[in-house]
Structures are given as structure tokens and as C-alpha cells.
């Protein structure tokens, strides 16, 4: 491994060796619905509760995710990963049924690239070999945690962003001779709080997150952005996908290849999902279901994947506290590619 | 590294350079009172809330470390840390402050053990050469948010444990000629559930995991307990001490060198703490003011320190869900033991 300044390059690198994605009804009616592994029909999973539901739906990308590269448990090492219900109970109630060790983490929707990120690492200095990263979200379960239960029936902003509700799942090895893909180096996020307030606006709060974290990405490699076949966010959203481009422009920086999570996942106008979607799921799943599966098809080469998180709570957000936010970025790369 | 079934062992381990311990009134009024780096006169610490004043605490612990090893945000390739707080706030806010990546994770009261784990993979690979493992929680804040408003006076159990109100930080390096103890191996924790619905008894809920992740580690090394000065858990308090013991010896492990952080930093009896202390402070500011002190004079040669954790929330405690439990561990040895 190789340190330029705060990005992480690897030298021999890990790989992605199976993937795995799990959506509810809307995720079913979107663009991605068919590279889904599990489509479930509705948002409850036949549980009591959306949060168990939540965690039926780890549960079952995890093992759909192993089933795919022969893993059991026996030979997984680690799960890294989380999720945006209060104490990460999606993920941590999930895994009473895997005898695997849990290593939790918080990132809100920057989880995704997080948990790659810390997995490659552990897969390839030696101290793990498989490693599962995994991510979840829930769209009743977030607007009653983090804004109002939806019985009440609020009216949503026009930047407000759909929480998507589904998990996904990357299997990470230090090495493979079954790989579908690569990660080439990791950029761990620093927290910004730029004064944005508004918890129905995720977007603006985390545009200039991403923003730096591309850019110093960019910066330590010394790669232009047209280096990459595309720059992925997690979910920015319509709104934030501006602000970010804006941002970069002013620092010189044009990004032709960018492509948002937030705006793959559902059809945004047909979809009535306002800005575009978001949740510890979005970059998870859209990675899972759609990303990862164009390296095996050889369709994409070279990209930048950059998960945003909103780090606020609903108590911080009651005692009129801003939105500090961060995101992190993992290098992929197809397996044939220098 | 070397990996025996779980356990990572370090060939050439990692070790800490520096630690800090930040208390409030009442661990000023305990017995490890004079081993804080600073003792806060109230647990307000001048804000408006009690979750801003935790973060503020999370600042002057990791200022206060940084400063000790005469270490730099340019020299520090990021913290590793979390706190008790939804979506751990009190970190993530404390880090705007920082021009420095964050890596959040969730382990409840286990996140110093898993924090220090997670920092020396990432210091001994190489992927980063100076990292803070930080930790914290507060009373009031943790009261409010699993139980019940300190203001409502609810009565407390006998089986209660109280939260810390405080931070712990310590520093790691790969290589360093100014260190005080070295890290030698970990074992990062499963998630276990033995069906305690109990929140006023998290000692009983946590007891299981402990005694797992201790004999994982037991198992994986081939030491006998006794090849250790002390083994050290997080915050089993009182009842969770007497259930660990009694699990190990069913196991036939006979445990005499046990000693719980949840019964060093309060005095029991005179501060009116139930069966303990607990809190993800707890166990990392005894590490801070207390073990890693103790290598530096020379008392400790070999410690396991095993941070236990109980993963519920408000919401499932709510739905009538059981504790999910885990207990992260570290191996910590004098510099000059082999």
C-alpha cells in the first residue's frame, strides 16, 4: 500500500469477488428493477415493524451476495458495514443470524464507499481475506426517524429525496482468480458543515462534501476526471448534482462523466421521487445492481465511487444544529485495466 | 499480520504513542479522578446541550492526546472513532473542527476496543501511519435517549449501570521509537443475543459476548488466561461480572485475573451508581487514565482489554425486541515484552 498524501493506493489490489442487491416495490418499478437479485413486494417483508423489515433485507442480500461466490460463513472473515436506523439496528439485529464478526460503522449514505474502503484495506494487508461490506435504508423507517412519521401525511419538498429501501452487498477478497473488478485506491472523508440546515435539502448540505473529496481524490493521484469512464455520487440529487458541478467548475474543474445514484435508481419524474433518491442504500444498491455488473460486462473500465452522507440527527436537527456531512471515495477499476 | 481462525496477530505490532481522558464532575469524585487530563467542572461544558457539550468534550480529549505526542492534523491520517448518540452526532460534530478523514463507526460501549482494532490494521498495513481511536458518551444524553429525561426522575434499578460522562482517546502509530504499549493482536466480535429485554441490566445482556470474544481469543493464541496481568472488560458492572465468571467457568476457564472497567472508575458504594459504570467512555477513558498509564510506569506487561457492547435502540426497546450484544478486543503488551 501506498500513501499520497490522504488517499490510499494500492499496490496489490483487492477485488470485488460477488455483489448482490435487494429493493422494495418502488426500486421494482424503476429503471434498475430487472439487475435487482430480490425484488420484495412490498416495504414490510412480512414483519411488525419497517425497521425488521430493514433488517430482513440485509439479511437476505448478505446471504444472496455469499450464495453467489460459494462463501459461507466459515470463510468470511468480517462484515464491515451499516446502516441510518438510530444505533445501525438494521445491520446489527441482522447479524445475530451469521456467525461472522461484525465490524459496525456510521457514515449515513456514505456508507457504501466506507465500508469498501476499510474492506479493501483488511483484505489486502493480510488481517482478513473475504470481507462482505454491506449497506442498508428504509424509507418509512427514515421519515419517522429523521423527519415526521409518514402517517401524518407531510408534503414533501421539491428537494426533498426518496430514501430508498433495499440493501446492498459487495464481497471484497485480497486476492481471487474470480473477480468482477478492482479497487485501486481509497479516500477517506473529512466532516464539513457548510451551514446548510434544511433536512428536506441533503443535496446542498452534501454537494461540497463531495466536491472535495473528488478533489482530492483527483489531486493525490494526479489523474484528470476524463481519466475515468464516470464519477459517481451516492445521492446528491438534482439539486446537489448542480451545486457539485458548480463547485468544481469554480475550481477549475469541468466534470463531463458524472453520474448520480440518487438519479439512476428511479425514474424521477415518472416516479414522483422529487430531487431523486438517497439512503445508505441508494450508492449501495445502484453499485450492486448496475455499476459492478457493467465492469463484468466489460462495459466500464475506470470509475470513481463517491458515497455523500449527511451526518445530522433528528436531535440535533430539533436544537437547530446545521448539517455536517463527508463523503468517501473508492477507485474501481476492471481487472485488465493498468 | 497473521490470522489464526478470527484473531489478528501482529508480527511487528502497532503500538500507542499518546492517550488522553477527558471526565466530568463525577468521574472528578471516583478513584481515577487524579488520572484525567482533564476534569470538567460540570457535565454542561458551557453549551446549550448536552450532546453539544459531549462533543465539545470529544474535542478537548482528542486536542489534548494530539498535543501530547506533539501530533499535527497534517501528521494524523485519521480518527476512528464514535459515540453513543443517534447517527453518533457528538463524534461527527466534534470533527468539523478537524482537517482530518474520519472513519465513524457504531460498536455502542464496545467502540474503543473495536476503534483501537480497526487503527492498528490501518497502522500496521501501512494504509495509514497515525490514527486516533476515540470514544465517548454522557449520561444525560444517554439517558434521554434509551430511557427516559433525567427531568421525568425515574427511578433507577438496582441492576443500572451509569453512563460515563467523558471521552477517551489514544493514538497509534506502526512504528514509533516513543511508545507506551503495543497492540499484539485482536479479535473483533460477533453479535449475540440471549434474549435480555432488560435495558436497566445491559451487564447481563453484554456478559454473553464477553465471555465469547475472550475465549475466541483464549482459543486462537493458546494463552492461558494467567499469561496476562489482567483481563480487562468494558462495562459489565456488578451482575454482568459475576455472569461473565460464571459462563467462563462452565466453560472451565476459571477467570482470577478479571477485572471490569464499569467497577474502576466510580466508587460502587459511596457515588451511588447501581451495579457500575458503563458507556462508551467507560472503558475508554479507564484505557486512557488508567491501563496504558499503568504500562508506562511499568505495573501492566500484558493486558486483554475487551470492550462489550449492547446494541439496541430506543425504537427497538419500543417494538419489545431484545439486546442485541457484541465485545470487541485488543491484546496490549509492554514494549519489551516478548
Known amino acids: 500500500m501506498k500513501r499520497i498524501n490522504g488517499t490510499i493506493i494500492f499496490e496489490k489490489p483487492p477485488c470485488f469477488v460477488s455483489y448482490a442487491a435487494v429493493g422494495s416495490k418502488k426500486e421494482g418499478e424503476g429503471p434498475l428493477a430487472k439487475k435487482f437479485d430480490l425484488i420484495l413486494n412490498n416495504s414490510n417483508c412480512e414483519q411488525k415493524t419497517w425497521e425488521k423489515a430493514e433488517s430482513v433485507m440485509v439479511k437476505k442480500c448478505l446471504q444472496s451476495a455469499m450464495l453467489k461466490a460459494n462463501i459461507t460463513t466459515e470463510n468470511l472473515d468480517a462484515v464491515i458495514g451499516g446502516d441510518l436506523q438510530n444505533q445501525c439496528t438494521a ?3 441482522a447479524m445475530r443470524d451469521f456467525d461472522v464478526p461484525l465490524i459496525g460503522i456510521y457514515g449515513a449514505c456514505s456508507t457504501m464507499a466506507q465500508s469498501i474502503g476499510i474492506s479493501a484495506i483488511m483484505a489486502q494487508s493480510g488481517a482478513m481475506q473475504t470481507v462482505a461490506a454491506i ?6 423507517a427514515a421519515e419517522r426517524q429523521y423527519r415526521t412519521p409518514l402517517v401524518y401525511g407531510a408534503k414533501r419538498a421539491p428537494t426533498a429525496q426518496w ?8 464481497i471484497i477478497k485480497g486476492q481471487s482468480d474470480e473477480k468482477t473488478a478492482q479497487i485501486k485506491g481509497v479516500t477517506f472523508g473529512k466532516v464539513l458543515d457548510f451551514g446548510v440546515k434544511d433536512i428536506t435539502n441533503m443535496g446542498a448540505a452534501m454537494a461540497p ?3 472535495q473529496t473528488i ?3 483527483l489531486n493525490n493521484t494526479g489523474n484528470d476526471p476524463l481519466h475515468y469512464d464516470a464519477i459517481y455520487t451516492g445521492d446528491l440529487g438534482h439539486i446537489g448534482r448542480i451545486l457539485l458541478l458548480k463547485i468544481l467548475k469554480r475550481e477549475g474543474i469541468i466534470l463531463r462523466n458524472h453520474k448520480d445514484c440518487g438519479l439512476i435508481i428511479y425514474d424521477r419524474q415518472k416516479q414522483d421521487v422529487m430531487a431523486g433518491a438517497s439512503g445508505a442504500a441508494c450508492s ?4 450492486c445492481a448496475d455499476i459492478l455488473p457493467k465492469f463484468k460486462s ?4 475506470r470509475v470513481l465511487f463517491c458515497s455523500t452522507g449527511a451526518l445530522m440527527s433528528q436531535a440535533t436537527f430539533l436544537q437547530k444544529e446545521s448539517i455536517p456531512v463527508t463523503a468517501h471515495l473508492v477507485e474501481i477499476s476492471a481487472v485488465n485495466t493498468e
Chains 1, 2 share one sequence.
Not at 449497506?135 to 418509512?140: D, E, G, K, N
Not at 449501495?284 to 453499485?287: E, N, P, R, S
Not at 466489460?298 to 473500465?301: E, I
Open 91 to 93: 445491520t446489527h439485529f
Open 209 to 211: 462534501a463531495a466536491a
Open 135 to 140: 449497506s442498508s435504508s428504509h424509507f418509512c
Open 163 to 170: 430514501t430508498v429501501t433495499g440493501a446492498g452487498c459487495a
Open 298 to 301: 466489460g462495459k466500464l473500465k
Open 215 to 217: 478533489m482530492r481524490h
Open 284 to 287: 449501495a444498491t445502484v453499485l
